[in-house]
C-alpha cells in the first residue's frame, strides 16, 4: 500500500522512497489514532504527514531517553546533529538520515516554512531541562512549539478552502489540544519521569501541588482534589477543541475525514478519563480499538460518495460528448 501512496505522490527516487517508508512505519507502530486517520487521505498525500509524524517522534524518543547529567548532554547533542541535518537539508545539502530526507522533501513539495521547524526543535530542546510550568502562559509558550506548530505543518499538506493564513489559528488550536489532552492522559507516565506538564497555579487553586500528584501516583488513585483540578483541565481543553472545530470547515472537503476523525478520537480520550474516574495514575486511559476502527469506517462514507460522484459525473460527461459529436 505505501509504495502506492509514493506512486501517487510523485515520489520517484529511490532514496527518497526508502525515507519515506521509514517515516511510514515510525507512524504506523506509534501514532495509532494519526495513522488511521491519516488513512483516510488521498494516497497522494499520505507520505507527507507520514514524513512530518517521523520527524516529531524521531525527536521525541531521543529527548523521552533515560534521564540523569550525562545521559542531557548526549540528548542534548543528539538534538543538535539532528537540527544540522535539518538545516543543511533546508539549505540543499543532501542528508543521509531517513526522517530528514523525506521532511525536507515534504516541505519543499508542500511549501512548509522552515520557522515551524525551528519552534518545534526549541520547544523539545526546552523538554531537556524544563520539567515544570508554573502558569498557562509558560505552557502555552512550549506547547506552541511542541504541538500547534505541528498543526501549522500539516496545513498546506490538508490544503484550505480559504487563504491558509484563516486557518492557521484553528489549526494551531487542534494541535494544542491533542498535545493537552496527552498531558492529561499521561499524568502518571510523566510524574515517572520527572515531569509535570500542568499549570501549577491552576492546580494550586484546588489544593493540588506536585506531592498531593505523586501521592495519587503511589496510591494509584486521584483523590478529591485532584479529580476536580483533573476537571477543570479538561474543561478547558474542551473549550479548545470546541474553538478548533470551527477550522474544519476551512478545509479542502478531501482532507476533512481525516481531521474530523482525529478530533473526534482524541476528543473521545477526555470523556475515558472523566468515565474512569480520573484513573491517570495506575492506567493508560485509551479508546477502544472497535471504537477507533467504527469512527474512521463512518469518516470512508464522504470519500466514497465523493468518489462515486465524480465519477458518475465523468460518465454523464462522456456520454454527453458523445451524443453532441454523434449529433454533429
Known amino acids: 500500500m505505501s509504495e502506492r501512496e509514493l506512486d501517487a505522490a510523485g515520489i520517484r527516487s529511490p532514496g527518497l522512497r526508502a525515507a519515506y517508508r521509514r517515516s511510514r512505519?515510525?507512524?504506523?507502530?506509534?501514532?495509532?489514532?494519526?495513522f488511521l486517520a491519516t488513512r483516510l487521505l488521498p494516497p497522494s498525500r499520505r507520505p507527507a504527514i507520514h514524513a512530518l509524524y517521523g520527524l516529531a517522534r524521531e525527536v521525541d524518543d531521543i529527548v523521552d531517553e533515560p534521564r540523569g547529567p550525562l545521559e542531557r548532554r548526549t540528548?542534548?547533542?543528539?538534538l543538535d546533529e539532528l537540527w544540522?541535518?535539518?538545516d543543511r537539508g533546508f539549505a540543499g545539502e543532501r542528508s543521509e538520515l531517513a526522517v530528514v530526507m523525506a521532511v525536507v522533501d515534504t516541505a519543499n513539495r508542500h511549501g512548509i516554512e522552515q520557522r515551524h521547524f525551528s519552534s518545534f526543535m526549541a520547544s523539545m530542546r526546552q523538554d531537556l531541562t524544563?520539567?515544570?510550568?508554573?502558569?498557562r502562559a509558560?505552557?502555552?509558550?512550549?506547547v506552541h512549539g511542541s504541538a500547534e506548530v505541528i498543526g501549522l505543518q500539516v496545513l498546506p499538506v490538508l490544503g484550505t478552502r480559504c487563504p491558509p493564513e484563516e486557518a492557521a489559528p484553528y489549526a494551531a488550536a487542534l494541535g494544542n489540544a491533542f498535545q493537552l489532552t496527552n498531558f492529561l492522559r499521561d499524568v502518571g507516565e510523566d510524574l515517572?519521569?520527572?515531569?509535570?506538564?500542568?499549570?501549577?497555579?491552576?492546580?494550586?487553586?484546588?489544593g493540588v501541588d506536585e506531592p498531593r500528584l505523586r501521592r495519587c501516583l503511589e496510591t494509584g488513585r486521584a483523590d478529591r482534589r485532584v479529580r476536580s483540578a483533573l476537571a477543570d483541565q479538561i474543561a478547558r481543553t474542551r473549550a479548545i477543541y470546541r474553538y478548533a472545530a470551527e477550522g474544519i470547515e476551512m478545509?479542502?472537503?478531501?482532507?476533512?475525514?481525516?481531521i474530523t476523525t482525529a478530533y473526534t478520537l482524541y476528543g473521545e480520550i477526555?470523556?475515558?478519563?472523566?468515565?474512569?474516574?480520573?484513573?491517570?495514575?495506575?492506567?493508560?486511559?485509551?479508546?477502544?480499538?472497535?471504537?477507533?476502527?467504527?469512527?474512521a469506517l463512518r469518516g470512508t462514507v464522504p470519500i466514497v460518495t465523493a468518489r462515486m460522484r465524480a465519477r458518475l459525473t465523468d460518465r454523464l460527461d462522456r456520454v454527453s460528448s458523445s451524443s453532441m459529436l454523434g449529433g454533429g
Not at 509558560?138 to 512550549?142: F, I, P, T, V
Open 130 to 135: 524544563v520539567a515544570r510550568y508554573r502558569n
Open 75 to 78: 540528548r542534548h547533542a543528539r
Open 251 to 258: 478545509l479542502d472537503p478531501i482532507s476533512r475525514p481525516c
Open 25 to 34: 512505519e515510525l507512524n504506523a507502530r506509534h501514532g495509532r489514532t494519526y
Open 138 to 142: 509558560e505552557l502555552d509558550q512550549y
Open 270 to 295: 477526555l470523556d475515558r478519563i472523566v468515565e474512569s474516574g480520573y484513573d491517570v495514575f495506575a492506567n493508560r486511559v485509551s479508546v477502544s480499538r472497535s471504537r477507533r476502527f467504527g469512527v
Open 192 to 206: 515517572r519521569k520527572g515531569r509535570v506538564y500542568l499549570p501549577a497555579d491552576e492546580l494550586l487553586a484546588f
Open 84 to 86: 544540522t541535518e535539518l
